[in-house]
């Protein structure tokens, strides 16, 4: 497997603050697609070292990405709740690249962080006192509430593509991202919109007050090293 990096923007100055860190299939390898990957690892009982082994490859690749700013990781409801993160193995390797548990975002989906509200509380607590931030990822999926947001506490808030997609195009996603950014104000986290792929779309973006984005307007998933920083439109 692979680890490529999709940045993270401000979308008023199109600077790079982050890099979300994919796991990919290698290239002519046994498996099509991440998902086929995931799908093995998952009927083998083995999905726990499988994330630990992505964990660790997009560490080691994060050091060949200059600027790398922010390193967002993501982590499904078992990853959240893997010793690893309070034994400080973690750590160990964030040292080795250079980076410290302040310059990681471990994000987790809208449904861990509400459906697993419980099973989560003891992991955020972990990553709080380690000094690691939070994003919660697919806002949007219809399960949060306020009050539970505001018990995580989260650093971001990630609003999925199905919110993004064409929103200068309806008024009703508009109202709906709009009232979404008010709830992340109320919980001081900051928000990044996902697969922002056109200028419209972008402008509309910042009409609404939303600070970060992501998506191929300005970059594709790269692998390391990423030297490119030309934003592709």
């Not at 890099?19 to 086929?36: C, K, Q, Y």
């Not at 690249?97 to 989560?120: M, N």
């Not at 539970?148 to 996603?173: G, M, Y």
Request: proline share 5%; with cysteine; glycine share 6%.
């Amino acid at each position: 497997m692979r680890t490529v990096f999709h940045p993270i923007i401000r979308l008023r100055d199109r600077e790079v603050v982050g890099h979300e860190a994919l796991t990919r299939p290698l290239i002519g390898g046994s498996f099509d697609s991440v998902e086929e990957l995931f799908a093995f690892a998952e009927s083998s009982e083995l999905m726990m070292e499988f994330e630990r082994m992505c964990r660790r490859t997009a560490i080691r690749a994060a050091k060949e990405v200059p600027h790398m700013g922010l390193l967002f990781l993501n982590a499904s409801a078992g990853a959240v709740e893997d010793p690893e993160w309070s034994a400080g193995t973690v750590e160990q390797d964030l040292t080795g690249s250079g980076l410290k548990p302040s310059d990681v975002v471990v994000e987790i989906t809208e449904r861990v962080a509400i459906v697993r509200h419980d099973e989560f509380q003891g992991a955020l607590k972990t990553f709080k006192e380690r000094g690691y931030r939070v994003a919660v990822d697919d806002m949007g999926a219809g399960y949060a509430s306020l009050q539970s947001l505001a018990a995580i506490e989260p650093d971001f808030l990630k609003f999925d593509v199905s919110l993004v997609r064409d929103i200068d195009r309806s008024s009703i996603k508009r109202s709906l991202l709009e009232s979404l950014r008010h709830l992340a104000e109320k919980i001081h986290a900051r928000v990044i919109a996902e697969g922002v792929e056109r200028p419209e779309e972008m402008q509309t973006l910042l009409e609404l007050g939303i600070e970060l984005g992501q998506g191929y307007l300005f970059h594709r998933e790269e692998p390391p090293p990423v030297v490119d920083k030309e934003p592709l439109a």
